[in-house]
């Protein structure tokens, strides 16, 4: 459980442990113990090793809060803590009493890490300083509005970065040229004028361009830095995509994240979702030049408000229960690459929350009692005037009842699944046509039209319809299509608030 | 195990929304966004034994199609896939379920108008692209989405009005 180790002390309330008050008498507390004990204990729990390490837990907390001299010590220490920044991590069951089945069922957590309140209020100065590259494509096709709107784009990002920043730009086509080599943001009109020069001719290339931004980003890599890399392109990449994510996932290692923007309808979309996933970054769809500008503006302004960077969750099932996807659906939606000991998250921001919506397999035929489905680690670097790394632990359990349990799940849940269903009926679709079932492809479209439309998204549901014809007709959607049903449905989501960040920028 | 009500597919518990077609599971059926079902009385021939509201279709099971305004029930035993539509000697189009005797043609019922699919454990009705549509209580089906039908709902092909009764043995 790591109790005594101090480092992981922070995360934990021994108060909310046992259930009760910091100001709890000694009897109440004891009661409270006993109440849990019952529950928990290992001799009414033999076939549930969950129990036991929720009883440690329990008896851990007795055994401080229990005691006049560590209790004061405890509640010493954890005042020195109070007045350190901290996030936490709040963990919701679709359901907390589970019919035990002769089959297996589903049961979906929803993970949401929030930054300290304290950290928007208390002091307006920016913490974080950032280490920007910019990595945009000037391929042909780039020509006219879209370079353009780059370039207005960029301007303004220089001009929203300070003295205490560093920024690069990297334009590429077959090749890579270093447009602004990495450096602090003080002359500005100097940094615009070579932002200017930028013309748009060549093909894509995209692994020569990250390799050339991510040169740039090295010069000052540092843990007390955000260290990103925007990569905004419009076309396939050619031959080098394998090369590209193999190269993004080292980067991630040291802590460089990478954000994809896909601007138009030609570009690889599965491509620039898993370099943005491998380094905890967003992939994003700009749906037209004009929407540009917004877009990355709102992206940096939100880097730079940065409350803790490097965050990665770390998700451990219990032997017999099964992990089967994770999603993140704030502060982009996106699903997360789950097959690794720790996912990368990019960076919490303040007054923003992440939250991930995890789908686990429970297994047939569990006895009936409490026990744990599984932990959830999330850990990060607070930065501040030092940069403390932190974590937040949760043990999820659940009670497992021969009962008939019909509880409403909460709405949060349902609302996010419903949404969440949305997006897998695109990608059924999509995976059916790559099968050349035609077919279930436009059966899944117009299933996915009527949902839509049951939900009020009358102009998206109008999009799937059209699709579905066209899906019916040619075996192919459109290019657009695509790239719209994906996406929309993604930025669903969102929350109303954040949904200028998520694609859909011109509507 | 929940099947769906609107697709048969058979979702793990726990599920919120169907795997299949997105529809929402969690809701009870009876509260579902179907129009109130339009029952007419029709006691003398149902079968006591059959439960009304019933989805579950097993083998042995058979159906009573009752016509609007025709006496005598149609009997059907299901086949895998059994078409419904009125026939046509200029087109060679003979479906398994001819409905022209109950006045198909002026009802505006298509030549291939749906099908009666039997899958393991239901029965589920779908639109085959009928020109004025297929409806179940009162909804319109989409073509080739298949839905399941339950004992005692209302069929409506066209203007042609029937109610499926279950009949176990």
Known sequence: MGMKDTSTFEGIDLYSMLGVAPNASFEDIKAAYRRAARRLHPDVNRNNPGAGVQFQQITVAYETLGDTDKRKEYDKKSQQHADNLHFTLRITPSKRRITSLPEPQVIYLLAEVFPDARASQANQKRDSRLNLCLVLDRSNSMNGPRLNQVKVAAHQIIDQLGEQDIFSLVAFNDRAELVIPATTVTDKAALKARVSMMTA????????????????????????????????????????????????????????????????????????????????????????????????????????????????????????????????????????????????????????????????????KMPLGFRSLSRIVVIGDILGERIRKFQAISDISLEITSENVNEQPPSAILDALGKLTLYRMQERANDALEKGDVRQATRQLENLALRLAAMGESELAQQAKQEAQQVAHTAALTDKGKKALKYQTRSLLLYAENNEDNGNGDS | MMICPFCGFKNRPGAFFCDDCGQPLHEDPGTMTMPTRQIELVTSEINAKSSWGTASFDAQSTVMLHIRDVREPVQIRPVARMTIGRSDAATETYPDLDLTSYGAMEKGVSRIHAALLRTEESLTLVDLGSSNGTHLNGQRLVAEQPRVVRDGDEIRFGKLVAHIYFQTR
Do not use: C
């Open chain 1, 201 to 364: 001719s060549g093909g894509t290339e995209i692994f020569q361009g990250l390799e050339a931004g991510i040169t740039e980003i090295r010069k000052f890599l540092a843990p007390r830095l955000i260290n990103h890399i925007i990569l905004l392109t419009d076309g396939n990449t050619f031959g080098d995509a394998d090369k590209a994510l193999d190269l993004a996932k080292t980067v991630s290692k040291d802590g460089i994240t990478i954000s994809g923007m896909g601007l138009g309808q030609e570009w690889n979309d599965r491509f620039l979702d898993e370099l943005a996933n491998s380094t905890g970054g967003s992939s994003s769809y700009i749906n037209s030049a004009g929407a540009v500008v917004r877009f990355l503006n709102t992206h940096v302004r939100h880097l730079s408000n940065t409350f803790a960077d490097r965050m990665h969750l770390s998700i451990a099932p219990d032997p017999d229960v099964k992990l089967e996807s994770a999603f993140k659906l704030q502060p982009n939606a996106q699903p997360l690459i789950i097959d690794q000991g720790f996912v990368p998250m990019g960076s919490l921001q303040k007054g923003r929350s992440i939250s991930t919506l995890l789908q686990y397999e429970l297994p047939a």
